[in-house]
Nanobody
Framework: QVDLVESGGGSVQSGGSLRLSCAASGFTFSSDCMGWFRQAQGKEREGIATSSFGTISYADSVKGRFTIARDNAKKTLYLQMHSLKPEDTAMYYC???????????????????WGQGTQVTVSS
């Protein structure tokens, strides 16, 4: 069974840091596209960081503040977040396309498996 389980969310003050984790199971992981997405209340889900076997991509809104990383041995995807802002408040999801790509898009359609999400709240 393919599964993604996020953890590490919480409440922090503006300027703080958090590290999210996504534990994967039931698929290859090491070569598959993985991504972090977020959805704020009343807004569409947006891609913020993706990792393939060859490249990493970031949305402009998080570039320089967030870092995506993967531990293939542990089948875990991470998102290290620094300099958090109130506008980063959202439900954060990890997802996979279940296939290997040189470049993983920030768009949601290719991602077929999603975790349940972890809430991040940043107060000013």
């Amino acid at each position: 069974q393919v599964d993604l389980v996020e953890s590490g969310g919480g409440s922090v003050q503006s300027g703080g840091s958090l590290r999210l984790s996504c534990a994967a199971s039931g698929f290859t992981f090491s070569s598959d596209c993985m991504g972090w997405f977020r959805q704020a209340q009343g807004k569409e889900r947006e891609g913020i960081a993706t990792s393939s076997f060859g490249t990493i991509s970031y949305a402009d809104s998080v570039k320089g503040r967030f870092t995506i990383a993967r531990d293939n041995a542990k089948k875990t995807l991470y998102l290290q977040m620094h300099s958090l802002k109130p506008e980063d408040t959202a439900m954060y999801y990890c997802a996979t396309t279940r296939d290997a790509r040189w470049w993983c898009p920030l768009d949601t359609p290719p991602y077929t498996v999603w975790g349940q999400g972890t809430q991040v709240t940043v107060s000013s």
